[in-house]
């Protein structure tokens, strides 16, 4: 059975940091492309970060601004995102997302939520 699970989101004030974390099983996890999504209320889902089976990674430049850090460690199925300067508008339910053509796994999410 497959399955991603998400953890460490929250609640934390701004300019706060969080480390997401994403588990991954039933699937050959180094082999996927790892994704961060966001999605805020009322708006559509963005992607955040992601990262290769190669360990190359990308990032939404407009969200991200040199603020968060995406990593793997293949040896505990697990992706992570690393968020800094955390800002009110950070607030969302993030996403993991598993994927290697055609094949796409989701996990349900974290919710984070920035506010003093």
């Known amino acids: 059975q497959v399955q991603l699970v998400e953890s460490g989101g929250g609640l934390v004030q701004p300019g706060g940091s969080l480390t997401l974390a994403c588990v991954g099983s039933?699937?050959?996890?180094?082999?996927?492309?790892m994704e961060w999504f966001r999605q805020a209320p009322g708006k559509n889902p963005e992607v955040v970060a992601r990262i290769f089976s190669t360990g190359h990674t990308n990032y939404t430049d407009s969200i991200v601004k040199g603020r968060f850090t995406i990593s793997r460690d293949n040896a505990k199925n697990t992706v992570y995102l690393q968020m800094n300067s955390l800002k009110s508008e950070d607030t969302a339910m993030y996403l993991c997302k598993a994927e290697k053509w055609p094949t796409i796994y989701w996990g349900r999410g974290t919710q984070v939520h920035v506010s003093s």
């Open positions: 039933g699937f050959p996890f180094s082999t996927y492309a």
